[in-house]
């Protein structure tokens, strides 16, 4: 093949790759718009006077803490203010070596309580359980380190109710999160998981735990990363949602059906995105099982999370996101294209494996071949500029959707500057921070490839963790060559 031909492939392979994740964005913008729409005319019954009627299903709040003793007690304090019938709280101690634990006991009027339970998931040993002799809903478990998917397990095993919700210890929920996140459970009783809201909370005035007063950080990779979550979540996982194909619920906040995720081994401790891992796992355990299912997202309940504000930290989060996708992907690709798969099979795996998993090589090959073509001469200036434009055009297609989705539907950023400055950003994000993110993602691609072709170790500072319960049916050949 000549080099001329080689070099058009290569360009007209990148613009459909391009146009290709723009198309698909653009449905689940669609989707999401249509949806919203309906959501927001049911929403609008909120506004009404509402009593809590205590028939609502009990929910476990479980919040992992690893050194968190600057803010674990204001943290729990916001969480004891929620506005709900019945909750109870567990704080699980995972074997920090600050003063979490003391802070606990000191602030909460803890005291050592023998308390049985019954051991349905594996995980590090337990040191001892603390009920709070001033808050009757609120216990902390002290167990030796294992990670966040081991504290999770522990605090499933001790959960008293039907639905847990893992949240980060230093989250902010408002305070009618948990009523909202709740409403999927109550509409239909084949709920098994319900995803909210992520939101940065960068910038905003918190008091006594609660988020007091909508701002914007002065950050600029702050308020890049607001841009970003209201992409994900407005048309990303809100696009998934109505066809039961959303393959993410965040670790931050999502309510789960504690006897599905018990019955397919909780969560895993063998990899970092435990959370995506164990969403993409009850996909695949209920649709092979033929059970009747909803995994669902509702845009209302918020939790605010957060965000980093320098390159290295951000670094680590995205390169670590990208590991966890690619484990999540990998270990259940069986699921990709399979004649039970339904929308999770035959669309939402496909696409996130190819533009999300893939795509990075796809981008970063792409910007880097086009440029040096360029630079060096055997990629004309008009094919450069048409193929860069494409790519920026496109980028802020998306981004600006999602920005107007946000303002016609929730407008939670009141002010005129706010909007300004958030469609300013918008647009500025695809010139280098899109990019940069993509590169990102290729490390922690190529990490991730690194790691599994490496003796087998578990992950760096992980607890080697027992394979899920969940069988593996239905495989063929060229699943477990991909694999």
Request: overall charge neutral; hydrophobic content about 45%; proline content about 6%.
């Amino acid at each position: 093949m000549r080099m001329d031909t080689i070099i058009q492939v290569c360009e007209w392979l990148f613009l459909l790759y391009l146009l290709g994740l723009t198309g698909g964005y653009l449905m689940l913008d669609i989707i999401a718009a249509v949806h919203l729409r309906s959501y927001m005319e049911e929403r609008a019954l909120a506004s009404l006077p509402y009593g809590i009627t205590g028939f609502e299903p009990q929910i476990s709040l479980l919040v992992p803490a690893y050194n968190e003793e600057a803010t674990i007690a204001a943290s729990v304090r916001s969480l004891l203010q929620l506005s709900y019938s019945e909750f109870e709280i567990i704080v699980i101690n995972d074997g920090g070596k600050d003063r979490t634990l003391d802070v606990l006991i000191t602030e909460f009027d803890l005291i050592p309580f023998p308390e049985a339970y019954d051991t349905r998931l594996t995980t590090k040993p337990i040191r001892t359980v603390y009920h709070s002799t001033s808050h009757p809903n609120l216990r902390v478990v002290d167990k030796e380190n294992g990670g966040k998917a081991d504290a999770l397990n522990a605090g499933i095993n001790l959960s008293r109710y039907p639905l847990f919700c893992g949240i980060d210890a230093d989250s902010i929920l408002q305070r009618d999160s948990l009523r909202l996140v709740v409403q999927p459970f109550l509409d239909n009783p084949h709920t098994v998981a319900c995803g909210g809201t992520v939101r940065v909370a960068n910038g905003c005035e918190v008091t006594n735990g609660f988020l007091t007063k909508v701002g914007l950080p002065t950050n600029p990779l702050a308020l890049f990363q607001i841009v970003e979550y209201l992409r994900a979540f407005l048309f990303g996982r809100l696009g998934w949602s109505p066809i039961n194909a959303m393959l993410i619920i965040s670790g931050a906040f999502g309510l789960f059906h504690k006897d599905t995720v018990v019955g397919v081994g909780g969560y895993r401790h063998d990899t970092i995105g435990e959370d995506m891992e164990l969403v993409v796992r009850l996909h695949r355990h209920l649709r092979f099982s033929g059970k009747p299912y909803r995994i669902t997202f509702t845009p209302d309940p918020v939790c605010w999370t957060e965000a980093p504000e320098d390159l290295k930290t951000l670094r680590n989060q995205r390169v670590r996101w990208q590991r966890g996708l690619c484990e999540s992907l990998t270990k259940h690709l069986v699921l990709m294209c399979h004649p039970r798969g339904g929308a999770i099979g035959w669309m939402a795996f496909p696409f996130m494996a190819i533009f999300e998993w893939l795509g990075p090589v796809v981008e970063v090959f792409g910007y880097v071949f086009v440029s040096i073509g360029f630079l060096v001469g055997f990629v004309s200036f008009k094919t450069w500029l048409t193929l860069l434009l494409a790519a920026i055009s496109l980028g802020i297609l998306l981004s600006v959707s999602a920005f107007f989705l946000e303002e016609i539907s929730f407008h939670v950023y009141p002010r005129l500057q706010h909007m300004f400055l958030l469609f300013l950003c918008a647009i500025l994000e695809n010139f280098g921070y899109r990019q940069l993110n993509s590169y990102w993602k290729l490390v922690g691609l190529y990490q991730w490839h690194g790691a599994r072709r490496g003796p087998g170790a578990p992950w760096p500072g992980k607890a080697p963790g027992k394979p899920a319960n969940s069988t593996q049916p239905f495989t063929s050949p060229w699943l477990v060559y991909c694999v």
